[in-house]
């Protein structure tokens, strides 16, 4: 019974946070309570799932570090500037087509979770040794694509403060 009490709170946190994260005007404020959200889906991992390792670097890394990270480059870029109220109705018109094309995205993938679902749910991910061994057998290719992906990503932040502090 406390479990589902505290289901119910922490998918609670979670969309409000979320829905405040899309709705607030200051991309500080954005970054913020995305950390909120992230908070409360490690709550999920922790206290439901029991996959404590997993809540926990969950905090570490996106509610740490890679918050930090955003919020560094807000305030290097100094995106916290006044916003154009009125936005052309082309890009209103591009953002409603890719919300729409995600939204399918979404849904096809989520028609195929079957048959994951019962796959990856006969792996015990709370422990590390099968966690380790589960990204390193099954997914290294998607895992060494997103650490080149983020090696280009380190590359050419550090090309935009090198450019910035020359020009």
Do not use: C
């Not at 505290?6 to 404020?29: D, G, R, W």
């Not at 918050?67 to 936005?87: D, P, R, S, T, Y």
């Not at 052309?88 to 849904?107: E, M």
């Amino acid at each position: 019974m406390l479990s589902q009490y505290l289901f119910y709170f922490l998918s609670f946190l979670a969309v409000i946070s979320a829905l405040l994260v899309v709705f607030s005007k200051s991309s500080v404020q954005s970054v913020l309570w995305l950390i909120v959200t992230l908070f409360a889906i490690s709550g999920h991992y922790i206290f439901l799932l029991n996959a404590e390792f997993l809540g926990v670097v969950q905090v570490i890394v996106y509610a740490g570090a890679i918050m930090v990270l955003f919020l560094f480059v807000i305030m290097f870029l100094n995106l916290n500037q006044e916003v154009e109220a009125h936005k052309p109705a082309v890009l209103k018109f591009a953002a409603t087509i890719s919300s729409g094309l995600l939204l399918i995205i979404i849904i096809g993938s989520l028609k195929g979770s079957e048959q994951l679902g019962t796959h990856v749910g006969s792996n015990d991910f709370s422990s590390i040794k099968n966690l380790g061994r589960v990204l390193f057998k099954e997914f290294l290719f998607p895992f060494e694509v997103s650490s080149v992906l983020l090696l280009i990503a380190m590359v050419g932040a550090v090309m935009l403060g090198k450019s910035e502090k020359e020009g």
